[in-house]
Protein backbone atom coordinates (compact mmCIF):
# COMPACT_ATOMS: atom_id res chain seq x y z
CA UNK A 1 0.00 0.00 0.00
CA UNK A 2 1.45 3.39 -0.59
CA UNK A 3 1.43 6.16 1.30
CA UNK A 4 0.91 9.33 0.89
CA UNK A 5 0.85 12.29 3.38
CA UNK A 6 -0.21 15.76 2.69
CA UNK A 7 -0.31 19.24 3.72
CA UNK A 8 -4.01 19.34 3.56
CA UNK A 9 -7.31 18.11 2.85
CA UNK A 10 -6.42 20.16 0.01
CA UNK A 11 -3.75 18.95 -1.31
CA UNK A 12 -4.73 15.26 -1.22
CA UNK A 13 -7.58 16.50 -2.98
CA UNK A 14 -5.46 17.91 -5.82
CA UNK A 15 -3.35 14.59 -5.86
CA UNK A 16 -7.38 12.71 -6.43
CA UNK A 17 -8.09 15.10 -8.47
CA UNK A 18 -5.02 14.83 -11.04
CA UNK A 19 -5.29 11.08 -11.13
CA UNK A 20 -8.78 10.81 -12.21
CA UNK A 21 -8.30 13.94 -14.50
CA UNK A 22 -5.77 11.76 -16.00
CA UNK A 23 -8.06 8.96 -16.09
CA UNK A 24 -10.97 10.93 -17.46
CA UNK A 25 -8.25 12.09 -20.78
CA UNK A 26 -7.05 8.77 -21.34
CA UNK A 27 -10.89 7.47 -20.89
CA UNK A 28 -13.61 9.80 -21.43
CA UNK A 29 -16.09 6.76 -20.45
CA UNK A 30 -13.96 5.66 -17.55
CA UNK A 31 -15.71 4.23 -14.21
CA UNK A 32 -15.75 6.26 -11.31
CA UNK A 33 -16.13 4.63 -7.55
CA UNK A 34 -17.96 7.28 -5.55
CA UNK A 35 -18.34 7.86 -1.60
CA UNK A 36 -20.24 10.19 0.49
CA UNK A 37 -19.06 11.55 4.00
CA UNK A 38 -16.92 14.10 4.89
CA UNK A 39 -13.10 13.07 3.53
CA UNK A 40 -13.84 13.27 -0.28
CA UNK A 41 -15.33 16.64 -0.31
CA UNK A 42 -12.41 18.57 -1.33
CA UNK A 43 -11.31 16.05 -3.41
CA UNK A 44 -14.52 16.15 -5.43
CA UNK A 45 -14.01 19.93 -4.90
CA UNK A 46 -10.47 19.88 -6.63
CA UNK A 47 -11.52 17.53 -9.18
CA UNK A 48 -14.55 19.65 -10.37
CA UNK A 49 -11.89 22.86 -10.27
CA UNK A 50 -9.58 20.44 -12.61
CA UNK A 51 -12.43 19.20 -15.03
CA UNK A 52 -12.97 23.25 -15.85
CA UNK A 53 -9.63 24.40 -15.89
CA UNK A 54 -8.19 21.53 -18.05
CA UNK A 55 -12.11 22.07 -20.06
CA UNK A 56 -12.42 17.71 -19.59
CA UNK A 57 -15.60 16.19 -21.36
CA UNK A 58 -17.05 14.52 -18.73
CA UNK A 59 -20.36 13.77 -20.74
CA UNK A 60 -19.30 9.76 -20.65
CA UNK A 61 -18.15 9.18 -17.50
CA UNK A 62 -20.31 7.19 -15.31
CA UNK A 63 -19.99 6.36 -11.53
CA UNK A 64 -20.92 4.17 -8.92
CA UNK A 65 -21.35 4.91 -5.43
CA UNK A 66 -20.80 2.87 -2.04
CA UNK A 67 -23.58 2.78 0.20
CA UNK A 68 -27.47 3.78 0.39
CA UNK A 69 -29.60 3.79 3.46
CA UNK A 70 -32.32 0.97 3.51
CA UNK A 71 -35.81 2.51 3.51
CA UNK A 72 -35.10 6.23 3.34
CA UNK A 73 -36.74 7.96 0.35
CA UNK A 74 -34.71 8.64 -2.35
CA UNK A 75 -35.40 12.23 -2.54
CA UNK A 76 -34.76 12.68 1.17
CA UNK A 77 -31.87 15.68 1.47
CA UNK A 78 -30.04 13.19 3.50
CA UNK A 79 -30.33 10.23 1.37
CA UNK A 80 -27.12 8.68 -0.54
CA UNK A 81 -29.09 9.73 -3.76
CA UNK A 82 -29.31 13.04 -2.37
CA UNK A 83 -26.24 13.45 -1.09
CA UNK A 84 -24.02 12.02 -4.59
CA UNK A 85 -26.18 14.14 -6.63
CA UNK A 86 -25.72 17.61 -4.93
CA UNK A 87 -21.73 16.58 -4.19
CA UNK A 88 -20.19 15.36 -7.40
CA UNK A 89 -23.12 14.83 -10.33
CA UNK A 90 -23.58 18.90 -9.93
CA UNK A 91 -20.10 20.08 -9.32
CA UNK A 92 -18.66 17.94 -11.89
CA UNK A 93 -21.42 18.02 -14.55
CA UNK A 94 -21.88 14.52 -14.52
CA UNK A 95 -24.40 13.09 -16.80
CA UNK A 96 -27.02 11.80 -13.92
CA UNK A 97 -28.24 9.33 -16.02
CA UNK A 98 -24.94 7.47 -15.73
CA UNK A 99 -24.25 8.04 -11.53
CA UNK A 100 -25.77 4.99 -9.37
CA UNK A 101 -26.42 4.65 -6.30
CA UNK A 102 -27.51 1.48 -4.55
CA UNK A 103 -31.23 0.97 -4.53
CA UNK A 104 -31.86 1.04 -0.40
CA UNK A 105 -36.11 0.75 -1.74
CA UNK A 106 -36.85 -2.16 0.88
CA UNK A 107 -39.49 -4.07 -1.57
CA UNK A 108 -36.26 -5.08 -3.75
CA UNK A 109 -33.42 -4.99 -1.62
CA UNK A 110 -32.92 -8.38 -1.08
CA UNK A 111 -32.12 -8.55 -5.09
CA UNK A 112 -30.66 -5.31 -5.52
CA UNK A 113 -26.97 -6.39 -4.34
CA UNK A 114 -26.23 -8.65 -7.21
CA UNK A 115 -27.85 -6.52 -9.26
CA UNK A 116 -25.67 -3.77 -8.80
CA UNK A 117 -22.35 -5.80 -8.63
CA UNK A 118 -23.44 -7.06 -12.40
CA UNK A 119 -24.01 -3.44 -13.12
CA UNK A 120 -20.70 -2.60 -12.06
CA UNK A 121 -19.11 -5.95 -13.73
CA UNK A 122 -20.99 -5.07 -17.27
CA UNK A 123 -19.88 -1.60 -16.76
CA UNK A 124 -16.43 -3.31 -16.61
CA UNK A 125 -15.51 -2.59 -13.40
CA UNK A 126 -14.66 0.49 -11.34
CA UNK A 127 -11.13 2.85 -12.85
CA UNK A 128 -10.87 4.37 -9.44
CA UNK A 129 -12.92 3.98 -6.38
CA UNK A 130 -12.17 7.06 -4.10
CA UNK A 131 -12.86 5.53 0.25
CA UNK A 132 -13.22 7.34 3.81
CA UNK A 133 -12.59 5.19 6.53
CA UNK A 134 -14.60 5.08 9.74
CA UNK A 135 -13.05 5.37 13.14
CA UNK A 136 -13.35 1.62 13.59
CA UNK A 137 -11.85 0.46 10.23
CA UNK A 138 -15.29 0.33 8.24
CA UNK A 139 -15.00 0.95 4.42
CA UNK A 140 -18.52 1.50 3.05
CA UNK A 141 -20.78 0.22 5.79
CA UNK A 142 -18.70 -3.21 6.02
CA UNK A 143 -18.19 -2.51 9.82
CA UNK A 144 -15.96 -5.00 11.25
CA UNK A 145 -16.68 -8.62 11.57
CA UNK A 146 -17.58 -7.87 7.57
CA UNK A 147 -16.45 -10.87 5.35
CA UNK A 148 -13.54 -9.91 3.07
CA UNK A 149 -14.84 -11.70 0.39
CA UNK A 150 -18.58 -9.59 0.56
CA UNK A 151 -20.62 -8.78 -2.45
CA UNK A 152 -23.15 -6.05 -2.53
CA UNK A 153 -25.79 -6.73 0.49
CA UNK A 154 -28.06 -5.51 2.81
CA UNK A 155 -26.09 -4.74 6.13
CA UNK A 156 -27.42 -3.95 9.71
CA UNK A 157 -25.69 -0.03 10.80
CA UNK A 158 -24.14 -0.22 14.11
CA UNK A 159 -25.44 1.66 17.16
CA UNK A 160 -22.36 3.94 16.75
CA UNK A 161 -22.07 4.48 13.20
CA UNK A 162 -25.98 5.84 13.45
CA UNK A 163 -24.67 7.89 16.45
CA UNK A 164 -22.03 8.93 14.48
CA UNK A 165 -24.56 10.10 11.26
CA UNK A 166 -27.25 11.45 13.76
CA UNK A 167 -25.71 14.75 13.27
CA UNK A 168 -27.32 14.58 9.65
CA UNK A 169 -31.00 14.02 10.91
CA UNK A 170 -31.47 16.74 13.44
CA UNK A 171 -28.80 15.47 16.05
CA UNK A 172 -31.69 12.43 16.25
CA UNK A 173 -30.47 9.03 16.39
CA UNK A 174 -34.35 7.46 16.06
CA UNK A 175 -34.46 9.08 12.71
CA UNK A 176 -31.28 7.49 11.02
CA UNK A 177 -31.97 4.29 9.57
CA UNK A 178 -31.60 0.99 10.99
CA UNK A 179 -30.21 -0.69 7.80
CA UNK A 180 -28.21 -0.13 4.40
CA UNK A 181 -27.22 -1.82 1.52
CA UNK A 182 -23.53 -1.57 0.75
CA UNK A 183 -20.91 -2.47 -1.63
CA UNK A 184 -18.72 -5.77 -0.27
CA UNK A 185 -15.48 -5.55 0.20
CA UNK A 186 -15.07 -8.03 -2.28
CA UNK A 187 -16.99 -5.46 -4.44
CA UNK A 188 -14.62 -2.43 -3.36
CA UNK A 189 -11.40 -5.14 -4.16
CA UNK A 190 -12.30 -5.07 -7.60
CA UNK A 191 -11.74 -1.72 -8.65
CA UNK A 192 -8.48 -1.04 -10.63
CA UNK A 193 -7.22 1.66 -8.46
CA UNK A 194 -8.66 2.42 -4.77
CA UNK A 195 -7.48 5.56 -3.09
CA UNK A 196 -8.63 6.31 0.73
CA UNK A 197 -8.59 9.63 2.26
CA UNK A 198 -8.15 10.05 5.69
CA UNK A 199 -7.42 13.55 8.07
CA UNK A 200 -7.72 13.95 11.58
CA UNK A 201 -6.48 12.18 14.73
CA UNK A 202 -9.66 10.52 15.35
CA UNK A 203 -8.57 8.44 12.17
CA UNK A 204 -4.51 7.96 13.14
CA UNK A 205 -5.65 4.52 15.12
CA UNK A 206 -7.66 3.31 12.05
CA UNK A 207 -4.78 4.13 9.64
CA UNK A 208 -2.11 2.24 11.65
CA UNK A 209 -4.24 -0.62 12.01
CA UNK A 210 -5.03 -0.27 7.71
CA UNK A 211 -1.65 0.03 6.55
CA UNK A 212 0.68 -1.79 9.34
CA UNK A 213 -1.88 -4.10 11.23
CA UNK A 214 -2.95 -7.74 10.05
CA UNK A 215 -4.99 -8.40 7.70
CA UNK A 216 -8.29 -9.36 9.20
CA UNK A 217 -12.27 -8.74 9.12
CA UNK A 218 -11.88 -6.53 12.25
CA UNK A 219 -10.37 -3.97 10.71
CA UNK A 220 -12.59 -4.04 6.94
CA UNK A 221 -9.82 -1.41 5.25
CA UNK A 222 -6.98 -4.18 6.05
CA UNK A 223 -7.90 -5.43 2.90
CA UNK A 224 -6.37 -2.63 1.58
CA UNK A 225 -2.71 -4.78 1.64
CA UNK A 226 -3.84 -7.00 -0.49
CA UNK A 227 -4.98 -5.04 -3.06
CA UNK A 228 -2.17 -4.46 -5.97
CA UNK A 229 -3.06 -1.01 -6.23
CA UNK A 230 -4.10 0.53 -3.14
CA UNK A 231 -2.94 4.78 -2.13
CA UNK A 232 -3.93 6.48 1.36
CA UNK A 233 -3.27 9.84 1.44
CA UNK A 234 -3.53 10.96 4.55
CA UNK A 235 -2.52 14.30 7.12
CA UNK A 236 -0.47 14.52 9.90
CA UNK A 237 -2.67 14.04 12.09
CA UNK A 238 -3.81 10.98 10.47
CA UNK A 239 -0.64 9.14 10.01
CA UNK A 240 0.21 9.38 13.36
CA UNK A 241 0.36 6.54 14.53
CA UNK A 242 2.19 4.89 11.79
CA UNK A 243 5.45 3.52 12.84
C1 LIG B 1 -19.29 6.79 2.71
C2 LIG B 1 -18.93 5.60 3.48
C3 LIG B 1 -18.23 5.61 4.81
C4 LIG B 1 -17.39 6.84 5.10
C5 LIG B 1 -16.76 6.77 6.50
C6 LIG B 1 -15.96 8.01 6.84
O1 LIG B 1 -19.98 6.43 1.52
O2 LIG B 1 -19.24 4.55 3.00
O3 LIG B 1 -17.43 4.46 4.89
O4 LIG B 1 -16.41 6.96 4.13
O5 LIG B 1 -17.76 6.58 7.45
O6 LIG B 1 -16.81 9.10 6.92
P1 LIG B 1 -16.23 10.60 7.00
O7 LIG B 1 -15.51 10.82 5.70
O8 LIG B 1 -17.45 11.49 7.09
O9 LIG B 1 -15.33 10.64 8.17
Same mark, same amino acid.
Do not use: W
Given at each position: ???? +?????????????????????????????????????????????? +???????????????????????????????????????????????????????????????????????????????????G??GHIG?NEPGS?L?????????????? +??????????????????????I???????????????????????????????SFCPASA????????????????????
Open positions: TEVI +IAESEREAGAIYAKCVADLIERKPDCVLGLATGSSPLAAYQELART +ITERGLDVSRVRGFSLDEYAGLDPKHPESYHSVIERTVIEPLGLDPELVHVPNGDLATIEHAGKAYDAAIEAAGGIDVQILGITDFSASGTRIKTLTEQTR +IDNARFFDGDVDQVPTHCITQGGTIMKARHLVLLAFGDGKAEAIAETVEGGVSLQLHPHATVIVDEQAAARLR
